[in-house]
């Protein structure tokens, strides 16, 4: 009995776990299910999962028929809508990769992607016509651009950049395709960070980690999809999979409803209203639209039950005003592009959902609890764990099977003994909930303490005359740094400094109340909508900060 | 671009799906969630997700220093409890396998299936002890048998019997072991099924196949576990790894209720209101039983929302009365031992769930519909699938990485064409919706046409004086075959053949109308409680029809 046996295998199928098997199985199963697509031309298109399964087949025998191997890129700029989910399909179906651009971004940052990754064609919405202009002749890889629209919406473009419609690419196909199955370790996406530091760095998932991670959003304690729930991303499609929802409706049934372009308050909650939307998915920006027209109008939300909540910080107030306003679920969220992106969700465990309601908003404010797939820990200085009590502070720390070991291009692992480091600070309490204080680069360093420039920004946000607010660190002589807060102001509302620092009082620690305050008229942002720290720092960096 | 390029692989992290993360996630996410067990001495246990995985890991520890090697197989047998939990983890989790025996079958049975499994080490619960003496002698090979008890609670075995008690081996360890990452194509676990003709045949699940259900059997339109749930098992955990939950529940944070032997309903209930269990899953038979102890006592559970019935057909009166008298949604479902088990969940979509209630009623009084992970076909004699229209009747055949690819210890694949048959019969509906028909040898073929015994019997149940029924082919010289009712009248009631088969006028074809009636005081049943269709043909095999 001593001696070594060959390892015993269990006798399960090998089955891979294929991005297409969740569209199949849709079409299979929920074939009579809704998409609901707004398009850019302004109207409504539906169909359903069987259609999008089909017209994902036949996208796929027109790009082999282009020959486009198994491997290459090929590149999105697009809202969310059907003709994106089908490229989803239809290029990951067959080995292909489907990368994402963000067209928020600068045409030369857009340009420096497409050609960072070879992508061999570029789909797009019409909208983006005139940014195609400016890409094509710095792009001279790309072997064709193929428009979201038949013939008679094509844009016209300058003459030199090869065009074609995606219907008539279509069209010459009849979507008699199996699905071949494919070795789950292949690229399925490829998602650039939109780094407010560098050059963009591709995060390239494959298709094991796509399927696992839309296992992994769709329980209950994530975004909880069933085949009753009509879910919504306002999250783009451009941005990390849409959060993977884009992968969880299909594998869930759930009806999927794609706003395209139109992300103000009134035609997201329009729409919503019209498809019966049970749950939807977005950044703290969008949010505050559509809570703003909900108000402005007088009107509610008659079907919707949730809402998740990540991308930035959501500011505590917009969690109580969907649950106390309109009784939708908030829940808070965080996550990155390099882990697919679901890290963290703020929802409470029963003990928890037990105690009084002030200590439950506290941890609902917080960026939440790992969900199965995800570990993380945080870290000192040291690289030694630190424990998990609330106050002790360090660089967050996470793995899991749909975390990146290292990005495209790169030879070098990004990880640190298996682990990826985050960038971000963060606490992690008894509970096991994570809150961020602070990217790590964003700490403020004050004789010789940290401070968290997020902590002072929630603080200036809950001032009634306060729209927005950003911390940032000015060199302090005898400090080393000091924070300073750049405010705008809501809309004719007045406040002073001294008003607005007076407001600390009580709320911080004496020291970590700001030494000065600008108010600017807005504040830079990032393509995806987070703060642009970077330029604000270079903005104020010759501030001088008055005498204490 | 014509040449063939490399693969290109995911930049993802190369993390396993390994048994023992589930656990590992619970201790450190949920550490201090409750598992409360009724242990066979009649007490509460109660520990958390922490406890669970040190002594899982001092299990693992001692084990290895008993020399089991990765591949090994354990036995047990016992109820749903810590210990036996531990023991899932314990064995798993460094590699071996942990086979669960069900302690209801023959001990010839139990004996030829510890032997064919070549299992080296047997746990068990101290009910089993008389069991244990009189497999000892037949099972030469096993190693040595562990007692889940302490040394004062060991019960006392013929001498010749190498026994230890679970307690004092785990003394011996300190619970500082890291679970190694596996292969995550090993063997997991080892469950028999319980065939009704032949040897049992094993089916040996790997890690990846255990996890990959674990996710399936969380997900919203299954179980719909979350952190806020506390589950408990009826099923047995010797019976397809309690169809998950064991799995289910640490992954999602659920607090796990295990009922030891208790499974009547007077003890499941008060178990369930003692430990505010919100979700329940088990076999028609113990249903039965709480329904009854409910009505009986005039009492109604206050915190269970949820019930999946399953393992064999569930009655209809028994969906409406946990909905219509206790406000309990009940979930019928469909599965096998080869297929981990969760093939079907009979959960609508939001369409459905707008029809009339009759029409949501019949739905799901059906198998159900598949979960992404699981695909279905009917097929016809001729072996092409048939249509999905609710009427066509064929063999079900299933596929997905949880259903086995062969059988253990057998060479040959048991799959055609990729699909593993079931043995059942079944339709499928335009909704996706699978009913079973019947087994494929219980069909009863009549002039030619098929006739399903499982549809005689659920009307024949539907009449208030029939306690049980089972329909099972006679001899018949013009037909063929003609069916044959056997049946158990309830206690008191009274009732002929005659008014029995007047009860079928209106309710199936006229042809299909038994031709006869047998009245017994009780059927044949399997290990696992269902209806033992191969005895009963035995036993009515020389039955004569009477005359037309």
Same mark, same amino acid.
């Given at each position: 009995m001593n001696t070594t046996t060959p390892p015993l295998l269990g006798l399960m199928m090998d089955v891979p776990l294929n991005v297409s098997s969740l569209i199949a199985h849709a079409a299979r199963h929920f074939g009579d299910t809704e998409i609901v697509s707004r398009r850019v031309e302004g109207d409504l298109h539906r169909y359903t999962y069987r259609s999008c399964d089909k017209r994902a087949k036949q996208l796929a025998q027109a790009l082999i028929a282009l020959n486009v191997q198994p491997g290459e890129r090929i590149a999105t700029l697009a809202w969310n809508g059907y003709r994106h989910l089908e490229a989803?399909?239809?290029?990951?179906?067959?080995?292909?990769?489907?990368?994402?651009? =963000?067209?928020?971004?600068? #045409?030369?940052?857009?340009? $420096?992607?497409? =050609?960072?990754?070879?992508?061999?064609?570029?789909?797009?919405?019409?909208?983006?016509?005139?940014?195609?202009?400016?890409?094509?002749?710095?792009?001279?890889?790309?072997?064709?651009?193929? *428009?979201? *629209?038949?013939? *008679?919406?094509?844009?016209?473009?300058?003459?030199?950049?090869?065009?074609?419609?995606?219907?008539?690419?279509?069209?010459?196909?009849?979507?008699?395709?199996? $699905?071949?199955?494919?070795d789950e370790r292949l690229a399925s996406y490829l998602c650039y960070t939109s780094g407010t530091t560098g050059n963009p760095k591709g995060a390239l998932y494959s298709h094991r980690s796509t399927v696992l991670h839309a296992f992994g959003a769709s329980l209950p304690d994530a975004m909880g999809l069933s085949a009753r729930d009509a879910v919504l991303p306002v999250v783009p499609m451009f941005h990390v999979n849409a959060w993977g929802i884009a992968h969880a409706a299909p594998l869930t049934g759930a009806k999927l409803v794609l706003p395209g372009n139109r992300l103000d308050g009134k035609s997201l909650f329009e729409l919503m209203e019209a498809e019966r939307v049970t749950c939807s998915n977005g950044v703290p920006t969008v949010w505050l639209g559509l809570l703003d027209y909900m108000k402005q109008a007088g009107v509610r939300p008659s079907t919707l039950k949730r809402t998740g909540i990540g991308g930035s910080a959501c500011p505590p107030a917009m969690l109580r005003s969907f649950e106390e306003d309109y009784g939708v679920e908030a829940i808070h969220g965080w996550g990155m592009t390099e882990m697919s992106p679901i890290g963290t969700l703020a929802k409470l465990n029963w003990e928890q959902s037990q105690r009084p309601p002030e200590q439950q908003r506290r941890l609902r404010e917080k960026q939440g609890h790992a969900i199965y797939g995800v570990d993380m820990k945080i870290v000192g200085d040291d690289g030694r764990e630190l424990p998990w009590d609330g106050v002790a502070f360090g660089e967050l720390y996470v793995r899991g099977p749909w975390v990146i070991e290292r990005y495209f291009q790169k030879n070098d692992s990004a990880l640190v003994d298996g682990w990826l480091p985050t960038g971000d600070v963060a606490t992690i309490d008894r509970d096991g909930f994570m809150r961020i204080t602070d990217r790590s680069k964003d700490l403020i360093k004050s004789g010789g303490e940290w401070i968290s420039s997020i902590d002072l920004e929630n603080v200036a946000?809950?001032?009634?005359?306060? *729209?927005?607010?950003?911390?940032?660190?000015?060199?302090?002589?005898? $400090?080393?740094?000091?924070?300073?807060?750049?405010?705008?102001?809501?809309?004719?509302?007045?406040?002073?400094?001294?008003?607005?620092? @007076?407001?600390?009082?009580?709320?911080? @620690?004496? $020291?970590?109340?700001?030494?000065?305050? +600008?108010?600017?008229?807005?504040? #830079?942002?990032? @393509?995806?909508?987070?703060?642009?720290?970077?330029?604000?720092?270079?903005?104020?960096?010759?501030? +001088?900060?008055?005498?204490?």
């Open positions: 989803y399909y239809g290029t990951t179906g067959f080995g292909a990769v489907c990368h994402t651009v =963000n067209p928020r971004l600068f #045409p030369e940052q857009i340009a $420096w992607i497409i =050609n960072d990754a070879s992508d061999s064609y570029v789909m797009f919405d019409t909208t983006f016509a005139r940014l195609i202009d400016e890409l094509a002749p710095r792009c001279p890889r790309v072997r064709g651009w193929i *428009a979201f *629209a038949d013939d *008679a919406q094509l844009p016209a473009l300058q003459s030199t950049t090869p065009l074609t419609s995606y219907e008539t690419l279509l069209e010459a196909y009849d979507g008699a395709f199996d $699905w071949p199955l494919l946000i809950a001032h009634p005359a306060v *729209a927005e607010a950003a911390c940032v660190a000015c060199a302090h002589p005898k $400090w080393c740094q000091r924070p300073l807060l750049v405010i705008v102001r809501r809309k004719d509302a007045e406040l002073t400094r001294a008003e607005l620092l @007076a407001f600390f009082a009580g709320k911080v @620690a004496k $020291w970590w109340i700001p030494d000065d305050v +600008v108010f600017v008229d807005e504040l #830079p942002h990032t @393509a995806t909508g987070k703060l642009h720290k970077l330029k604000l720092r270079e903005m104020f960096r010759e501030h +001088v900060l008055p005498p204490a």
